[in-house]
């Protein structure tokens, strides 16, 4: 049985948006990973970064450096 639980996730205008926000992530340790973006969350590009919600605080650094590719910021139960 799938135990669904409380992400945040990122959406973008671009996969290289996606994909830049990806290499930042592992480079600053920060926790999450990339998928597809859920069915009831329309999105450009079709990625998005997701995170455990109790993670949700790290996010802000992901969003300062990143603010022209993030298109939305989601919290969704996965």
Do not use: H
């Not at 830049?20 to 597809?36: I, Q, S, Y």
């Not at 590009?45 to 910021?73: H, Q, T, Y």
């Amino acid at each position: 049985m799938i135990v669904k639980t409380e992400r945040w996730i990122l959406t973008f205008y671009s996969a290289s948006g996606a994909m830049a926000v990806e290499r930042f992530c592992k480079t600053k340790g920060l926790p999450g990973r990339l998928l597809p973006v859920p069915r009831e969350i329309s999105a450009s590009c079709g990625l998005a970064w997701a995170v455990p919600a109790e993670e949700k605080d790290r996010l802000s650094e992901v969003m300062k450096n990143f603010p022209e590719e993030i298109e939305g910021a989601y919290q969704v139960k996965l």
